[in-house]
């Protein structure tokens, strides 16, 4: 078998400002299951990876703290497998990125509309971040 034919499927995680579902979405598939795919986000509007994402994801093992926010203009060219739009902007803004295997939309709330103090921002925070990974472990589950 040529090494081309173990390259793992690329997933791209598309939310406007690729700063906590898409962020936290690329580091628990790679945690799950770096092993079968390559996981990667972006966004429409790319503006910073959030602090209490990082917090959030800290808490559970995984560190995102080196993650950077891209524009999804820097996969157009060169189509990912899987694109999952995180939230209704991304997927009504970004139908231009095609995908090699499946276009995928899951919305998830958007944690960074949360009022409140910083106790309860991270509350909003981990809910989201469960959710993603409890959708991601039955979505993408590996074939063995």
Request: charged residues 20%.
């Amino acid at each position: 078998m040529a090494s081309a034919d173990l390259k793992k499927p690329v997933v791209l995680f598309v939310c406007t400002h690729n700063s906590s579902r898409s962020q936290m979405a690329e580091g628990l598939l790679r945690h799950l299951y770096g092993n079968a795919y390559e996981a990667c986000s972006a966004g429409t509007t790319p503006t910073g990876v959030s602090p209490f994402a990082v917090a959030v994801m800290r808490e559970i093992g995984i560190d995102i703290s080196e993650h950077t926010s891209e524009h999804v203009d820097a996969y157009a060219s060169l189509p990912p497998d899987y694109v999952v739009t995180v939230c209704d902007s991304a997927r009504e803004a970004c139908p231009y990125v095609p995908a090699q295997l499946k276009v995928i939309h899951r919305r998830f709330v958007d944690p960074r509309g949360v009022q409140g103090t910083d106790d309860e921002k991270r509350a909003v925070y981990r809910q989201v971040r469960n959710e993603i990974q409890t959708w991601l472990q039955n979505e993408f589950v590996p074939v063995t």
